[in-house]
Every structure is written in structure tokens, then in C-alpha cells.
Nanobody, 123 residues
Framework: VQLQASGGGLVQPGGSLRLSCAAS????????IGWFRQAPGKEREWISCIRNNNGNTYYADSVKGRFAISKDNAKSTVYLQMNSLKPEDTAVYFCVYELACYRDTDSFDEENWGQGTQVTVSS
């Protein structure tokens, strides 16, 4: 079982990035994929999730209207399109899978997490 996050990088304020989370080793359609982020010195924060069986999406208020989560079941991949990026979006972004859209990190086993991808928003 593996989640592979990618797509991070350095972007100027107001710019865009698209993160990908490629999954393998489990029935993709049966699970929820979530995105969290962790800024230096801060706790890991939930930002979005998508139910792979029906496509329902959920967002934290901090990213609602700027970020969009989507999926490609054929590729077992979830995407996070991030627009209008702000310096406070700078963090390591992680994807994680579970049977529900949990918003606290304690609800996930350690092996359910991907390795993270760095997003830096700076001029």
C-alpha cells in the first residue's frame, strides 16, 4: 500500500500549483483521500478530502474557493489544484487514505500517509 504525493515547488503569491497523490495497493474506489499540510512549527492541518465512490468533496475554510480536489479513478490518483496561493499556504502537503473524511491526524494509522511534498509561496 502506497501513496505518492508530488507536484510541490516554489511559486509566487497569487500563483497556482497542482499536487498529485498516486495510490496503489488498495481498492481506490472504496476509500476517501484527504490532504493535510504542516507548516514549520505548527501541527498538521486538514484542508480537503474526496470520497472516491461518489466524488463528494470537503474543504477547510482556509482554502475554500481557492483549492479544488478532484480524482481520476482510472489512474488511482487524486489532485489538489491550488490557486491564488498565499505565503501562509507554505507547508509540506501530505495525502492520506481512510474509509471516512477524518479531520484529525489521530484517526489515521501511520502507514496510511504519503511522504509529503513541499509547497513554498514566496516572492
Amino acid at each position: 500500500v502506497q501513496l505518492q504525493a508530488s507536484g510541490g515547488g516554489l511559486v509566487q503569491p497569487g500563483g497556482s500549483l497542482r499536487l498529485s497523490c498516486a495510490a496503489s495497493g488498495f481498492r481506490f474506489d472504496d476509500y476517501v483521500i484527504g490532504w493535510f499540510r504542516q507548516a514549520p512549527g505548527k501541527e498538521r492541518e486538514w484542508i480537503s478530502c474526496i470520497r472516491n465512490n461518489n466524488g463528494n468533496t470537503y474543504y477547510a475554510d482556509s482554502v475554500k474557493g481557492r483549492f479544488a480536489i478532484s480524482k481520476d479513478n482510472a489512474k488511482s490518483t487524486v489532485y489538489l489544484q491550488m490557486n491564488s496561493l498565499k505565503p501562509e499556504d507554505t507547508a509540506v502537503y501530505f495525502c492520506v487514505y481512510e474509509l471516512a473524511c477524518y479531520r484529525d491526524t489521530d484517526s489515521f494509522d501511520e502507514e496510511n500517509w504519503g511522504q509529503g511534498t513541499q509547497v513554498t509561496v514566496s516572492s
